[in-house]
Structure formats: C-alpha cells, structure tokens
C-alpha cells in the first residue's frame, strides 16, 4: 500500500491512464532500464487500482443503516473468556457477491450459538470501518486493517446459521 504512504490522497482512476500508456510505450524498447520504470509503473498502477477499490468497498458497506450478508467464519478465539473477537469473511451483500472479499471483526455474544471456523451464517450486521488514534509515534490500527484486508468492524443484529 506504498501509494497510501506517498500520496496525500489517491489519484482517481481516470488519471491512471496516462501513466498505463507510458507503461506501454517503455514496453515495447529493448533497453532494460525502460522495462524496469514500466514494471513499476504497472505496479503503482496496481497498488492504486486495489487501493481505491478497497476505499470504495469500505465506503459503500458502511455507509447504510444494516445490510444483510453471508458471512464464513474464518478465525475464533480458542479462548472464550480471553477474547470474544471473531474474524469473518464477507461472501455476499444483500444478495450481491462480493469481488474481492472483505473480512471484518465481531464480537460474537456468548448467548448466540458457538461458532466453528468455516461455518457460514446470514448476519444482518451494521459495518463501520475501523478507526485508530490520531497519535504519530504509537500504533496505527487503522493502516494495519487497511493492510489485512480487515478495515470493517460489525455489530450483529440478527444471525442465522447456513446449511452447506
């Protein structure tokens, strides 16, 4: 996520462009200093492309009151009373699948049923994406969500497990 590092926001896709016919034309030399700048080219291209996706994807679920998904199970606590956090990958939204999947975490209440990794359930979830502190020389939850692929965080409203 270099470009999420550099840029103070990120350039919109219509920009991009011109930098992908550059990429071309330095393709097409001989000379391997040119394929080198067209590599990275194509790899900043690709950065800001899976960047700004992740944005738009993280914008668009959480912006709605509750959204209805299918969720898997894809990682759980071993230990119950130490940590009730639940790792989950979402599938689909509101019938819709989601390309590529986003993962968000949730604690799972110790009245609702247990959960075993894998499992898939229909979850009418609120999303919020995850938010860190504003303090330059600690920890930022935020840029290592965004990294994992995991930038959502859910309250379960209603759950209903799937059959396979």
């Known amino acids: 996520m270099l470009p999420l590092l550099v840029l103070p926001q990120l350039p919109e896709q219509w920009q991009l462009w011109p930098l992908l016919l550059v990429v071309c034309l330095l393709l097409h030399t001989r000379r391997p200093f040119c394929r080198y700048l067209a590599c990275l080219g194509l790899g900043f291209a690709w950065a800001v492309f899976n960047a700004g996706s992740l944005i738009g994807q993280m914008?668009?679920?959480?912006?709605?009151?509750?959204?209805?998904?299918?969720?898997q199970v894809s990682s759980i606590a071993l230990n119950p009373a130490a940590s009730k956090q639940t790792l989950m990958r979402i599938e689909r939204i509101d019938g819709h699948w989601l390309a590529p999947a986003l993962m968000f975490t949730t604690l799972w209440a110790p009245e609702q049923q247990r959960l075993c990794a894998g499992q898939r359930w229909q979850l009418k979830l609120r999303l919020r994406p995850a938010h860190g502190k504003l303090n330059e020389g600690g920890f930022d939850s935020q840029r290592w969500a965004i990294a994992q692929r995991q930038p959502l965080t859910g309250l379960v409203r209603q759950a209903r497990r799937r059959r396979a």
């Open 59 to 71: 914008e668009r679920l959480s912006r709605g009151p509750e959204v209805t998904a299918v969720v």
